[in-house]
């Protein structure tokens, strides 16, 4: 089983920055094709955020994010990030790790202008609020 855990998030004001952080546990080794970053404003739909691709590198952000969020992960595999920079208060939601890996249960997918990906495993969740 994989277990991703999240971290780092908090309250800041607008124009501030958070880094979040994802521990992920994965003792049978299985293979992953991306991870990623998606979110649950208040009272709105879940949309992503970022995705990396294993394979490609690709990487891809929801347009709202473009330029002040950086996604990234450590050499060994054992932590994907979230780099916030210039906080808005529209940023403040639930930010969930997540990942497709094989094996697997059935994926979701999720998508919203300009960048889709699917996933089987995700967090709890970090809470991340900014203030005007």
């Known amino acids: 089983q994989v277990q991703l855990v999240e971290s780092g998030g908090g309250s800041v004001q607008a124009g501030g920055s958070l880094r979040l952080s994802c521990a992920i546990s994965?003792?049978?080794?299985?293979?992953?094709?991306?991870l990623s970053w998606f979110r649950e404003p208040p009272e709105k739909e879940p949309e992503p955020v970022a995705v990396l691709y294993h394979d490609s590198g690709g990487i891809y952000y929801h347009k709202s994010v473009e330029g002040r969020f950086t996604i990234s992960q450590d050499s060994a595999t054992t932590t994907l990030f979230l780099q916030m920079n210039s906080l808005k208060p529209d940023d403040t939601a639930i930010y969930y790790c997540?990942?497709?890996?094989?094996?697997?249960?059935?994926?979701?997918?999720?998508?919203?202008?300009?960048?889709?990906?699917?996933?089987?495993?995700w967090g709890q969740g970090t809470q991340v609020t900014v203030s005007s």
């Open positions: 994965n003792p049978a080794g299985y293979t992953y094709k991306s």
């Open positions: 997540s990942g497709l890996f094989s094996p697997g249960g059935p994926a979701r997918v999720i998508s919203a202008y300009g960048i889709a990906f699917n996933y089987n495993y």
